[in-house]
């Protein structure tokens, strides 16, 4: 198959563009940064050349949109917004445009749409699950987060394409041993003691596997009846004292510094990166991949941390990884 990928040139985005490539399929990357072999240019916002790369091609999976990893300040979070909804607007318009439109759009979205978990009594699911943005006692920028998720889904559910299937991925914190990736980050605090709970860890953790992103893209592509929201976590988040524990335990850390509310705010002020990231309680479960029949290959988090914390000794290493690099 023919599979663009705008915004590939992320952590999640490399680690999707390997695994397609290693079956043998063509993968064309769009980079607001100068390309490189395999990706072409655009702006994210305007039609242009690239858009004939998506006329023809089989699948696309749109990822592009500002990191996560900043202070939710109002200039990031306004583009946040920005660069999520402008781009999702204009891949729906080179597809509507396209005289072979793609088989199946696959729009990245994140599982940070729902509420905040501890006000609720069940997991959220892509079935039945709550939507955030107005519980009582959060940050208002928390809600603002919510909009965002929101605002981005809403371009994928307005564009004109009868011929495409559409999915919004409800993605979870995918886990990659790259460097400056998620589990890059808590892994250096749990190996600097600082691994234990924040504001007592009774906040729940979703994640998901870079295999089983990776996976679960593929699953999607080839089910012609998955559309709609699907949410890409793993089935068993974790609360965030266990998660740590468990991360520390695939390290060899026998102990981890707990954090208050505040301690966590200046540490994240310090890394430049935000406490919702932290604080808030995702409890994300993966409804209608697994009963779609979706096995995932990491479904628990203390295989799962062994298994990343192996491949980063190899990558620290320099060794070669069995993922092809």
Not at 273 to 293: C, H, I, N, Q
Request: net charge positive; charged share 25%.
């Amino acid at each position: 198959m023919k599979i663009v990928i705008p915004g590939g040139t992320g952590q999640v985005g490399a680690a999707l563009s390997r695994a397609l490539r290693a079956e043998g399929h063509e993968v064309v990357v769009l980079t607001r940064q100068r390309a490189g072999s395999g990706q072409i240019s655009w702006d994210g916002e305007h039609l242009g050349p690239w858009a004939a790369e998506i006329d023809g091609s089989d699948v696309v999976i749109n990822l592009a949109g500002r990191s996560v990893n900043c202070r939710y300040n109002k200039t990031n979070l306004t583009q946040m917004m920005r660069s999520r909804v402008r781009s999702a607007r204009v891949v729906g318009r080179a597809i509507t445009r396209a005289a072979s439109p793609p088989r199946v759009w696959l729009q990245m979205s994140t599982a940070t749409i729902y509420a905040d978990a501890r006000q609720a009594t069940a997991p959220n699911d892509d079935v039945t699950g709550v939507i955030g943005g107005d519980e009582d006692g959060i940050p208002g920028y928390w809600a603002f987060s919510v909009d965002i998720a929101q605002a981005w889904e809403r371009e994928l559910d307005e564009a004109e394409v009868p011929r495409t299937r559409k999915v919004a991925l409800r993605a979870a914190i995918v886990m990659t041993p790259d460097r400056g990736g998620a589990f890059d980050v808590l892994s250096r605090m749990a190996r600097l003691g600082l691994g234990g709970p924040v504001a007592g860890g009774d906040q729940y953790v979703s994640w998901v596997h870079e295999d089983d992103f990776t996976g679960a893209v593929r699953f999607i592509i080839a089910d012609d009846a998955l559309a709609g929201p699907v949410n890409l976590a793993s089935p068993g988040p974790e609360r965030q004292r266990d998660f740590m524990r468990e991360l520390r335990a695939a390290w060899g850390v026998p102990f981890g510094l707990p954090a208050t509310t505040w301690m966590a705010e200046v540490g994240a002020f310090a890394i430049r990166s935000d406490t919702e990231l932290l604080l808030k309680s995702r409890r994300v479960v993966p409804g209608r991949l697994t009963a779609a029949g979706y096995e995932f290959r990491h479904p628990g988090w203390p295989h799962a941390a062994r298994d990343l914390a192996g491949r980063s000794r190899l990558q620290g290493s320099g060794a070669v990884s069995s993922r092809g690099r």
